[in-house]
């Protein structure tokens, strides 16, 4: 029995290395800038969001709004203060669900993770986070045009943790908080994938995934909402499901309803929407996510 289990430990750690090596070069870097940018960049997006509404863009202002939202390093209890700070200053409900809604699914850091999984898989998150959010922005604006769509009563803008005065110390005390965030999670991740690689057939997995795309557009969007964590301890198990024969449309739905249910996000966005906007947020977030699966699916 022991050499059994010493096998199995050299399979594991032999495939645990592989995707280790594979993989940690963009969770690095993600870390790295997306401190970098809450350092130094961070109030000056925000700012620079702001400026936005003096200029009669319009409809179409939602989608600078949608832009700013995939910029902002924040997590979404960072995000929902500073939407707050927006809405006090007189910035539109549309523009602001645009922002949120991009946020909720998508920062530097999580872009950045997200090249492990190949250029077909970076273009078309992006591309979706960013449409997503422009949707969002649109169907507030259409159906919400004379009430208001948020409550940020409870919010208030939480304190710079960037502050101290040696700028070096400022950006290594972001990276270390970065890494204590999803550094666990991601070797979480990369221990289940290597798990997953082991054990797990790749053509059954490919039949459920890959093969059966309506279903498995339907069936990645349904796992995300439970399985989703952490953007970067999903990279590993996106990357080896890539690999095993998951189709790329059931990647995109998996990678938009995972970040919009994970259950942290979900209780700030639940306070400051109400049962009814709430119950909303995830219909549009659950339709969207099939809905581009399926879309995705057809083309590629």
């Known amino acids: 029995m022991s050499d059994i289990l010493q096998r199995e430990f050299i399979y594991l750690w032999y495939y645990f290395n592989i995707q280790f090596n594979q993989i940690a070069k963009y969770w690095a870097f ?19 969001f702001v400026s936005i509404q003096n200029k009669r863009l319009g409809i179409f202002g939602v989608v600078p709004a949608s832009l700013f ?44 993770y997200s090249a492990a999984l190949g250029r077909t898989a970076f273009v078309i998150r992006f591309v979706s986070c960013l449409t997503c959010g422009i949707l969002a922005g649109l169907c507030v604006r259409l159906f919400f045009r004379n009430r208001n769509f948020f409550n940020f009563s409870e919010f208030a ?66 796992i995300g909402v439970p399985l989703y964590v952490c953007g970067g301890g999903t990279i590993p ?17 998996f990678m938009v309803t995972g970040p919009a249910t994970k259950i942290t996000n979900l209780g700030a966005v639940k306070i400051v929407l109400g ?25 590629l």
């Not at 390093?73 to 006090?88: K, Q, V």
């Open 237 to 253: 198990l996106l990357v080896e499901w890539l690999h095993s024969g998951m189709s790329m449309g059931s990647a995109a739905a």
């Open 30 to 48: 993600g870390i790295f800038l997306g401190s970098v940018i809450s350092v130094f960049g961070k109030d000056r997006i925000h700012r620079l």
């Open 275 to 299: 049962a009814r906007q709430f119950s909303i947020y995830l219909l549009f977030t659950i339709l969207f996510a099939i809905t581009t699966g399926v879309i995705i699916d057809c083309f």
């Open 157 to 222: 803008e939480p304190a710079n943790r960037d502050t101290d005065p040696n700028i070096l110390l400022r950006l290594l005390k972001n990276i270390w908080r970065n890494i204590k965030a999803t550094g666990g999670y991601f070797l979480i991740g990369i221990a289940l994938s290597a798990m997953f690689q082991h054990y797990v057939p790749s053509d059954s997995f490919a039949a459920l995934f890959g093969s059966q795309r309506g279903f498995g557009v339907l069936m990645a969007a349904t």
């Open 69 to 112: 939202g995939i910029t902002s390093p924040l997590c979404m209890y960072g995000t929902i203060p500073i939407a707050a700070s927006f809405s006090e200053k007189g910035m539109r409900d549309d523009w602001l669900a645009a922002f949120m809604m991009s946020s909720i699914l998508l920062s530097p850091q999580l872009l950045i």
